[in-house]
């Protein structure tokens, strides 16, 4: 399980380009990656470093509630979408607005989220659950900031994980997510949890039991100032994955932060690296 990320790690400083990218930091990155993790293994969070799971739930609630401002997050301690806000903190129609309520050509919103559920209940077999925030009228420019994109109505960053498929086979629920840019070291490893996260969510809303979450990536890349990082983190060796207590509800909206207990887990010490703006 880990020791796939482990080795995508060691194969982008050992084979992968050296490229340029929009922050200017520079990275060195492969194309088309994919990782697999059986949920009944266990949480695929990581153990060679500890992650802040606080921030990695609250995230997803926040998704999950169409917030796209900091503000529900920092009422919760959490930063890490700070240097994309606006002064007032806003990030423009990311995430959570594309989830919930995606407006269409004919001026009505759609709330993916709810229509997903939806459709794995009513029709399970459908190869069409999905879940997409690639809304193109929307995406910024790159030669903005994302505040300026912000202040223009656009998104402050493209979206990153575009799309979540689910399919359902043999009473489990298994999720496909699409991400089409992915920071090994920071973002990565709270994509993946994510997704798990939501795959439970939405399976128990089902009445299904967890199946596999499948990540796939296109540009991954390592920022040239986590390689110290990463090495360090290679040198480690993984531990048990941790367990997921998860409250039943009666929708998925319902659930808060003391919904979600993480059982069992004992990582290695977190490793601090700047994130690139
Ligand atoms: N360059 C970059 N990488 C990302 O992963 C990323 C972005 N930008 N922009 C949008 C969001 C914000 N994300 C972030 C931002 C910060 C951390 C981060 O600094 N994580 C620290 C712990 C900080 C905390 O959780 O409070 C870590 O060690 O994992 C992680 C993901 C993921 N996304
Ligand atoms: O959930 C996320 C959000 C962002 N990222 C990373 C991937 C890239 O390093 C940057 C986005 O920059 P782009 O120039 O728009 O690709 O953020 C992530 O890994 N996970």
């Known amino acids: 399980m880990e020791r796939q990320y482990l080795n995508l790690l060691k194969e982008i400083l050992e084979t992968g380009a050296d490229k340029g990218d929009r922050t200017g930091t520079g990275t060195r990155a492969v194309f088309g990656r994919m990782m697999r993790h059986d949920l009944k293994n266990g949480l695929p969070l990581l153990t060679t470093k500890r992650l802040h799971?606080?921030?990695?739930?609250?995230?997803?609630?926040?998704?999950?509630?169409?917030?796209?401002?900091?503000?529900?997050?920092?009422?919760?301690?959490?930063?890490?979408?700070?240097?994309?806000?606006?002064?007032?903190?806003?990030?423009?129609?990311?995430?959570?607005?594309?989830?919930?309520?995606?407006?269409?050509?004919?001026?009505?919103?759609?709330?993916?989220?709810?229509?997903?559920?939806?459709?794995?209940?009513?029709?399970?077999?459908?190869?069409?659950?999905?879940?997409?925030?690639?809304?193109?009228?929307?995406?910024?420019?790159?030669?903005?900031?994302?505040?300026?994109?912000?202040?223009?109505?656009?998104?402050?960053?493209?979206?990153?994980?575009?799309?979540?498929?689910?399919?359902?086979a043999a009473g489990r629920l298994s999720c496909m997510m699409t991400q089409r840019s992915g920071d090994i070291f920071l973002g990565i490893p709270y994509n993946t949890a994510s997704t798990a996260l939501l795959t439970h969510m939405i399976a128990r809303q089902c009445g299904l039991e967890p199946g596999e979450v499948i990540h796939?990536?296109?540009?991954?890349?390592?920022?040239?100032?986590?390689f110290d990082q990463a090495r360090l983190q290679l040198s480690r060796e993984?531990?048990?994955?941790?367990?997921?207590?998860?409250?039943?509800?009666?929708?998925?909206?319902?659930?808060t932060l003391d919904d979600f207990e993480i059982t069992g887990y004992d990582p290695h010490p977190a490793i601090a690296a700047p994130i690139a703006v």
């Not at 796939?216 to 986590?226: F, R, T």
């Open 216 to 226: 796939s990536i296109g540009d991954l890349h390592l920022y040239k100032n986590h």
């Open 53 to 168: 799971i606080r921030s990695i739930i609250c995230e997803l609630l926040w998704f999950l509630q169409g917030g796209t401002n900091v503000r529900y997050l920092h009422e919760n301690k959490v930063t890490i979408w700070d240097e994309w806000a606006t002064e007032t903190g806003d990030l423009g129609p990311i995430y959570g607005a594309q989830w919930r309520s995606w407006e269409g050509s004919d001026g009505k919103r759609y709330d993916q989220v709810a229509a997903v559920i939806d459709s794995i209940r009513e029709n399970p077999d459908s190869r069409r659950h999905i879940i997409s925030a690639w809304n193109v009228a929307l995406l910024p420019s790159e030669k903005k900031s994302p505040q300026d994109n912000v202040k223009d109505g656009k998104m402050a960053l493209a979206p990153c994980h575009v799309m979540y498929q689910f399919q359902v």
């Open 238 to 255: 993984p531990r048990a994955l941790p367990g997921l207590k998860l409250k039943n509800k009666p929708s998925i909206f319902d659930y």
